[in-house]
């Protein structure tokens, strides 16, 4: 199956998704992965994103996923968490199946035996919980912290790149909800990587990129059908 991702949002979880998603493929046995990259504007994402602008950011990547569509793509996914505040008004106009990257994290959590879990990301995945997609898995976030950890994000995105700063203020963050009886903490935007990857927090870490590239991986390995992975999510209408 042909895999198509728009990138750029940011840069750097683009790479990320591009090496473990070949990775994910060959360990699935796939011959070949066929996949295509194209890249969005992290910057407009972000405008849009902080003003709850969905149907435009859906306008936005309509003709990314109209180029994936040109080259012969059966799918396609954003590399942002934060991308799919926009996610159901992108569907309705996309010309290809869109495989989100939300809707198999609560079935993940439950399959682990996680019953509570703490969310770093962008200000509307913590204070919409998921987007409000989590049935059998309990969200938590530091309420009166999420501006700042959510410009913390923001900031590590555009970037690119995490400071030992940033990196300890989401590592405490992390320590903090754990106090308060999380089960464990999500990283629930696809740049958090930057932070965590290759060091132990001292806490259990899931990284929902690894979620989302296991289903993608899957899909190009030919082992699930794209019919029974299709979802869509339903963003809180609160705006940010």
Known sequence: MHIGLIGGIGVAA????????????????AARLELTIVHGDI????????ADRRDEQARAFLPLLERLCQTGCDCAALTSLGGHFCFDELAALSPLPLVSGVTPLDAHFAGR??????????????R??????????????LDDEI???GQTYQDIAVAGRCSSEQRELLADAGRRMMGAGADAIV????????AFDGRDAGYPVIDALDV?????????AGLVPLG????RTTPSSTAE
């Open 113 to 126: 035996g996680i019953r509570r879990v703490g969310l770093l990301g962008t200000r509307l995945v913590m």
């Open 187 to 194: 990283l629930a935007g696809t740049d958090l990587n930057l």
């Open 147 to 149: 501006d700042t950890i």
């Open 14 to 29: 683009t790479v990320v998704y591009y090496q473990r998603l070949v990775a994910a493929a060959a360990a699935r046995g």
């Open 43 to 50: 910057q407009e994402l972000i405008r849009n994103n902080l």
């Open 228 to 231: 029974s992975v299709q979802a």
């Open 212 to 220: 989302h590239v296991a289903l993608l991986g899957d899909l190009a």
């Open 128 to 141: 919409t919980r998921l987007y409000g997609q989590l049935a059998r898995t309990e969200a938590i976030a």
